[in-house]
């Protein structure tokens, strides 16, 4: 995992930032899946994320569809930019913006914020992918979307940390169950090939969200919120499972290099989210 240079948060353009290794990175993403950057927020940046993010769970547990099930006592939720004070830092982050322009193309787009909860215990996933692979990825040997993960508590081997089979992303989906779920009988090779991260509060992941991987269980007596950015290249599908929206006073505000990066709706007033991309194969868990 790279570590954040001096001048990592500040606003940029959507070219790929000097700082950073552009061949590491296409080279990690490729290669592994997965890469990461130590540092790139602030500890009371993050606090601040981790607030915004509560309330928005309380939010949406309190309303039909708000948050979908990921397995026993594990959540996901779709929320707005305007749910959290730190979009624009986000999205502005001269590394997120260069691992974007980098392997997506500089005509990317960002499609998708929400959040992941596994709460005090939730339940080991089974392996999988977050959808079925795209013909680009198949045929093109192409990685046309990536997620950022951001924890917004330090994680410890007993808070449900998050495991990766690196290299995965380019496996057949042969008897893949939905294109997602690999059979039981290719887990012995996820498993020795299974890394554990335990990110602390301040660093960033991306990730191919091909890349077979599983939330593992929450022993620990608190939730760990991770939040999720979905970016897609041009002609890539994953906004379609999506709904982000932003308020014409909202849009108004973002600095042109941002508009031109999303893929959302301009309304009036913001609308609930009923997230559609519900993955059934998680909800019970590692049998």
Not at 2 to 19: L, M, N, Q, V
Not at 28 to 46: D, H, P, Q, T
Not at 119 to 147: C, E
Request: hydrophobic fraction near 40%.
């Amino acid at each position: 995992m790279e570590t954040a240079s001096p001048e990592a948060h500040t606003i940029d353009k959507a070219a790929p930032h000097p700082a950073y290794d552009l061949s590491k990175i296409m080279g990690g993403l490729y290669g592994e899946g997965i890469i990461g950057l130590k540092g790139a927020f602030s500890r009371e940046w993050v606090a601040q994320l981790h607030e915004d993010i509560l309330r928005a769970y309380q939010e949406a547990l309190g309303r039909p569809g708000g948050a979908v099930g990921r397995g026993p006592k594990r959540h996901y939720v779709e929320i707005h930019p305007e749910d959290i004070r730190g979009f624009l830092d986000l999205v502005t982050h001269p590394w997120v913006v260069a691992v974007c322009a980098t392997v997506l193309g500089p005509e990317y787009k960002i499609v998708e914020i929400g959040f992941d909860v596994p709460n005090p215990g939730a339940v080991a996933q089974p392996w999988h992918r977050d959808f079925p692979a795209p013909p680009d990825t198949i045929t093109g040997r192409r990685l046309n979307s990536l997620a950022f993960n951001l924890t917004t508590v330090d994680v410890t081997e007993d808070r449900g940390p998050f495991e990766i089979a690196p290299g995965t992303q380019w496996d057949l989906p042969e008897g893949f169950e939905h294109g997602m779920f690999p059979p039981r009988a290719y887990y012995p090779r996820y498993e020795a090939r299974a890394q554990r991260k335990l990110p602390q509060m301040g660093d960033i992941s991306a990730r191919s969200a091909l890349t077979i991987h599983r939330g593992t269980a929450n022993t620990s007596d608190i939730a760990r919120p991770a939040l999720v950015l979905g970016a897609d290249a041009p002609g890539a599908v994953n906004a379609e499972r999506h709904d982000l929206q932003v308020t014409r006073h909202f849009y108004e505000t973002l600095p042109e290099a941002v508009r031109q990066h999303l893929t959302c709706r301009v309304v009036d007033q913001l609308e609930p989210i009923v997230q559609a991309h519900t993955i059934e194969g998680l909800m019970m868990g590692e049998a």
